[in-house]
């Protein structure tokens, strides 16, 4: 735990009044110590957890945490609320706050030692601990388990059990699951084996969390008297737990009211009920899960995590061909798309033989996109045996012209057949089958019938149609998508938005037209704006800015440049309510005006270094320069308005302190 929290990740007066602000406050925190690399992004995913399950629990207590790919090592912060947060549990706000940050591909050692730190806290003497407690650094030592709290007076010996009475124990088994499996799933093992022992019961937990998947030993189940599902994803090979009398509810119930549970089983056990549960359960929650959830969030999350998934296996392929292709351009010109292969036709000392070479390596890698993309989308929603049927989909696409939406659809409906199948109860020889022969062969064989028999020609015509107004775009239809593009490229900078615009750009780069490569351009150009802004703001007019973001300043000349938007967070995060704004504006007057003078773009990619390959280059670096005016021009406004007015604690407007400046949290 010695590297999970130090003294500068304690807030021992977290002045926060939201959760949002408490885990924003507590973020910054981590990004300071350098532990989390986007603070948005980050913020991004903490709040799509949240938004599957308040992570409040009761006794004051907020969890809020995620895995994320902005998080660079597991990380605790903990921070105490004087007038409490509202984290959605049934007792009241909390006010103590653990945010809880995991990177994508956290190791086992420092996952079992969070899961450690969730049973602690259902221990009410080291809550109390932590309440009491007054230096950041003895707070972090008692958290990395380096103090021991001190034991409460009078506290009661624990009850003598059944067992140790004489006669033979009630006996139960349970399983308890939350969507990341870092805290939920400990703290209810925790609370279900503590309420045991109140009660005399013998309770043995399973936990299907991301510190590992031990199965119950087979002869403990059949010795069980009874059953407990505590869970928020499948929980994994089920019929394990077929014939046994079983409660079924969600993590937090096993938190919060685990004797109850205790109690229920026992009923069902008196009355001899038997849980429904079939041998084909086998077959579902029993695959590599991430641990994600989204088998149980709002469908419109579990919609975007699919699409996600498919973008972020795309993009590389993207990257990779784009800018191989846009470097083919630039050496051989656009003529070199026609070329004879290089395989029959290469010649060592000829430029042209090389442009071709790079333009037909780029063009194969781009045959993946729309393959790629449906494949992923099906992973995400059924795993693996969802990939041969979402390639095989999404490569049929192409052949009928159906494009990046065909590959979409065919995504889509290659994990909703698999899943489907996964439903479908089977006999046990089977099992063993069926991911890597049954499933794929006839899932396989329904999305090809549906993409070529039934939605693969109206999706070509909808992508026809989708082509033709692209390249039909002028005037203020051109400029109204630029604005809305820009918008986009600027809210959160390298956030959800952000990226479905992106997906939508370097989608039409798959079959590129004049309408598409007009789209290209404005993204590219609309994501420069944000960096160069706050790199000119903090140029003209230092004494609005602090220190350390003037220093950030100067980076962000750079990565502006580089397209990089994220380059803006620091600002944004520090004055979200001045900059977002501002950055929005200054992105929609790019995309506007890159749209509107009609610039072109065929890498995948922003920044300078893309210049030669921009059609209408002066005009495009004219819009840049116009939005990152306009960007400029209003955070420098807003930010001189609130200086000037002195706040009611008596703020000294233009005496140019770093002091001086007030952080807007949210």
């Not at 429904?276 to 975007?304: P, W």
Request: charged share 20%.
């Amino acid at each position: 735990m010695s590297e999970l929290i130090t003294a500068e990740l304690v807030d021992l007066d977290l002045s926060a009044t939201t959760k949002d602000a408490a885990a924003r406050s507590l973020a910054e925190r981590m990004v300071a110590a350098h532990r989390v690399t986007d603070l948005d992004g980050f913020l991004a995913d903490v709040a799509a957890r949240e938004a599957q399950m308040p992570t409040g629990l009761d006794g004051g207590i907020g969890i809020p945490h995620c895995r994320s790919e902005h998080v660079n090592a597991p990380t605790l912060a903990f921070g105490r609320s004087a007038a409490g947060i509202d984290f959605g549990a049934a007792d009241g706000p909390a006010d103590l706050i653990f945010l809880i940050a995991a990177p994508a591909g956290a190791d086992d050692d420092h996952l079992t030692i969070l899961s450690g730190l969730a049973r602690r806290l259902m221990d009410p003497e080291f809550t109390a601990a932590l309440r009491a407690g007054t230096d950041p650094a003895a707070v972090a030592a008692l958290i990395r388990g380096e103090e021991a709290a001190p034991e409460a007076e009078g506290t009661e010996p624990e009850t003598e059990t059944a067992e140790a009475a004489g006669s033979a124990p009630f006996r139960i088994v349970a399983v308890t699951s939350c969507p990341t499996g870092i805290a939920h799933t400990y703290m209810a093992a925790e609370s279900l084996a503590a309420a045991g022992r109140a009660e005399g019961v013998e309770v043995t937990v399973e936990t299907q969390g991301s510190a590992g998947f031990k199965k119950l030993d087979a002869g403990v189940i059949a010795a069980a008297d009874a059953v407990i599902w505590a869970h928020d994803v499948e929980v994994r090979e089920k019929a394990r737990f077929r014939g046994k009398p079983l409660v079924d509810v969600g993590v937090k119930a096993g938190i919060n009211r685990p004797a109850e549970l205790i109690a229920e089983a026992r009923r069902k056990a008196e009355r001899g009920e038997v849980a429904a549960v079939s041998e084909a359960d086998d077959d579902r929650g029993s695959g590599d899960g991430d641990g994600s959830g989204a088998d149980h969030a709002h469908f419109g999350v579990r919609l975007r995590t699919y699409l996600m998934s498919g973008v972020s296996y795309m993009v590389p392929f993207v990257a990779a061909g784009g800018l191989l292709i846009a470097l083919s351009f630039a050496i051989g010109g656009y003529e070199i798309a026609s070329a004879k292969s290089v395989a029959d036709h290469f010649v060592w000392g000829e430029a042209d033989s090389w442009a071709a070479l790079l333009n037909q390596i780029g063009s194969a890698a781009f045959a993946f996109l729309v393959p790629v993309l449906a494949g992923y989308i099906a992973y995400g929603m059924a795993d693996r045996p969802a990939l041969v049927p979402g390639f095989v989909g999404g490569s049929i696409a192409l052949t009928v012209n159906a494009g990046f939406l065909g590959g979409l659809v065919a995504g889509l409906l290659a994990g909703a057949v698999v899943m489907a199948i996964q439903r479908v109860p089977v006999h046990a020889t089977l099992r063993g089958i069926m991911p890597v022969l049954v499933i794929p062969l006839i899932a396989s064989a329904v999305v090809g019938f549906l993409m070529f028999i039934v939605v693969g020609k109206p999706i070509a015509s909808l992508q026809n149609a989708l082509t033709d107004w692209l390249n039909g775009l002028s005037g203020s239809n051109a400029v109204i998508l630029g604005v809305v593009l820009g918008l986009m490229m600027c809210f959160d900078m390298g956030g959800p938005l952000n990226k479905v615009a992106y997906a939508f750009a370097v989608g039409g780069l798959a079959d590129p037209t004049d309408g598409s490569l007009k789209v290209m351009a404005a993204v590219m150009a609309a994501g420069m704006v944000p960096p160069l802004a706050m790199a000119l703001a903090t140029t003209v007019r230092k004494k609005l800015f602090t220190k350390t973001e003037r220093e950030n300043g100067r980076a962000a000349w750079v990565l502006g440049a580089s397209f990089i938007t994220e380059g803006a967070i620091p600002f944004a995060a520090a004055d979200p309510l001045r900059v977002i704004p501002s950055v929005m504006a200054g992105g929609a007057v790019t995309g506007a005006l890159s749209m509107a003078f009609g610039a072109t773009l065929r890498a995948p990619h922003g920044g300078v270094f893309v210049v030669p390959l921009i059609g209408e280059p002066f005009l495009y670096l004219l819009a840049i320069a116009a939005g990152t005016l306009v960007a400029t021009a209003l955070v420098v406004l807003l930010k001189g308005a609130r200086r000037a007015a002195p706040d009611a604690a008596g703020e000294k407007g233009a005496t140019g302190s770093d002091d001086s400046r007030v952080t807007v949290a949210a």
